[in-house]
């Protein structure tokens, strides 16, 4: 068997091995998982018989199927496209079309980017279109196809440029430093996740969407009442145009210092009514004093040591491993870029689980906190309620989907929260 047949060999077997887990996914999500909620819960205020039409709970149902089902297809998909770009070889020549079009590192490394975004960015267009198609069929985006891929091709821009900046610092930094590189690469990414966090609001942010002033004003006095209250340097609230892209609604605080900005999207303002927003707000203020922002900023620093030293070690070996089917050179050549981050979102797909718990965690606290701050209750029922039949959220999710997929606690646990805190 020829070096060829191998790797065609190998391809089909990833792809095998990818079509069994798609069966075994879509036969968790369609034939074992139950999406109805425990006996012990039905009729109280996290039951959707009283918040949701038979419609609405049967096409929740349906959507957050086919929604689960395309995220865990995407992953593996992703590691799919990172091998056969190595196995194949497009990754050295890749790097050779690179250093014969210029001698500059950094624009070395900016063309290797682009040509090997622009091959996965053709290969996950497919799944992404679908996801859009499920999300328009059910009622949930709103955006134009025209709008979405002017979204698309910024968020490849945007992904290029910071993937550049990455991958050049990493490469000449393992040119400098064989073993010791993902360290000086971690001194170096603080300031910049820091820098990256405060100006994302003012920067990022607005080229998606159109950012304006809230303009009742009235709702604003209030909102900016509750983050007097909760000592918030805040002095103007935003409303941002979403309605063009989703029917979902949502709220946030982001930022730091004078980059702070509370943010509420146009549908929220929509279809929540004011107690029920200012709940909400009260929540996202929540995050701010209970530092959630900057505790999510340590622990990214921190997962991301742990995250360099190991993805470190693990290249060492695939180079050692796989240098002569991959057509590898040395360990700090570029070319080795795609088995890097087929390890760092291994890294990440198996970290997810404990991150998320951490998240879920945060929220509680957050809503334990709205409560306080508003003494209503009944408010955040019924603005979670309205959360969950606008995005058409299942009320109990499979375990599964739980650990990989909610930041947030589960609309059942939130709503039982609630009702029950004191």
Same mark, same amino acid.
Do not use: C
């Given at each position: 068997m020829?070096?060829?047949?191998?790797?065609?060999?190998?391809?089909?077997? #990833?792809?095998?091995?990818?079509?069994?887990?798609?069966?075994? !996914? *879509? /036969?968790y999500l369609y034939i074992? $998982?139950?999406? %109805?909620?425990?006996?012990?819960?039905?009729g109280t205020a996290a039951d959707p018989k009283l918040f949701m039409t038979e419609k609405e709970q049967l096409l929740s149902t349906e959507y957050s199927r086919l929604k689960h089902l395309l995220f865990f297809l995407a992953m593996p998909y992703d590691?799919?496209?990172?091998?056969?770009?190595?196995?194949?070889?497009?990754?050295?020549?890749?790097?050779?079309?690179?250093?014969?079009?210029?001698?500059?590192f950094f624009l070395q490394v900016g063309l290797y980017v682009f040509l090997f975004s622009l091959v996965s960015s053709i290969?996950? #267009?497919?799944?992404?279109?679908?996801?859009?198609?499920?999300? !328009? *069929? /059910?009622?949930?985006?709103?955006? $134009?196809?025209? %709008?979405?891929?002017?979204?698309?091709?910024?968020?490849?821009?945007?992904?290029?440029?910071?993937?550049?900046?990455?991958?050049?610092i990493v490469y000449m930094l393992m040119k400098r430093y064989r073993r010791r590189w993902w360290f000086y690469v971690w001194l170096i990414t603080i300031p910049m996740t820091v820098f990256l966090m405060f100006i994302k609001p003012v920067v990022i942010d607005p080229l998606y969407n159109d950012f304006s002033s809230l303009q009742d004003k009235q709702l604003e006095a209030q909102i900016l009442q509750l983050a007097q209250k909760a000592n918030i340097p805040a002095e103007r609230v935003y409303e941002v145009n979403m309605s063009e892209k989703t029917n979902a609604l949502n709220a946030y605080v982001t930022g730091f210092g004078s980059n702070l900005r509370i943010v509420l999207w146009d549908t929220t303002l929509q279809k929540l009514q004011p107690d029920e927003t200012l709940f909400v707000m009260a929540?996202?203020?929540?995050?701010?004093?209970k530092h959630h922002l900057y505790l999510n900023l340590i622990s990214s620093i921190v997962l991301s040591f742990f995250g360099l030293m190991f993805g470190s070690v693990l290249l060492r070996w695939s180079f050692a491993k796989f240098k002569l089917h991959c057509g590898w050179k040395k360990q700090d050549d570029i070319a080795t870029l795609p088995a890097l981050l087929l390890i760092f979102s291994l890294l990440s797909f198996a970290i997810s689980p404990f991150e998320n718990a951490v998240s879920r965690y945060h929220e509680k606290e957050a809503d334990a906190y709205a409560i306080e701050l508003t003494h209503d209750k009944d408010a955040a029922i019924r603005a979670f309620q309205k959360l969950?039949?606008?995005?058409?959220?299942?009320?109990?999710?499979?375990?599964?989907?739980?650990?990989?997929r909610y930041g947030h606690p589960t609309m059942l646990e939130r709503l039982i929260f609630i009702e029950n805190h004191e």
């Open positions: 020829n070096d060829i047949e191998k790797r065609y060999k190998w391809l089909l077997a #990833f792809l095998a091995g990818y079509i069994i887990y798609g069966l075994v !996914i *879509a /036969y074992v $998982s139950d999406y %109805s909620i425990p006996k012990e819960f039905q590691w799919i496209i990172y091998l056969f770009v190595l196995i194949f070889g497009l990754s050295v020549y890749f790097q050779k079309l690179s250093e014969s079009t210029t001698k500059i290969f996950t #267009f497919p799944l992404s279109w679908l996801s859009r198609k499920v999300s !328009i *069929a /059910y009622g949930i985006s709103t955006q $134009s196809f025209q %709008s979405w891929m002017r979204d698309y091709v910024l968020d490849f821009w945007i992904g290029w440029l910071m993937m550049t900046v990455f991958a050049w929540h996202e203020i929540g995050h701010y004093v969950t039949v606008n995005g058409l959220s299942e009320v109990h999710p499979p375990m599964l989907v739980k650990w990989f």
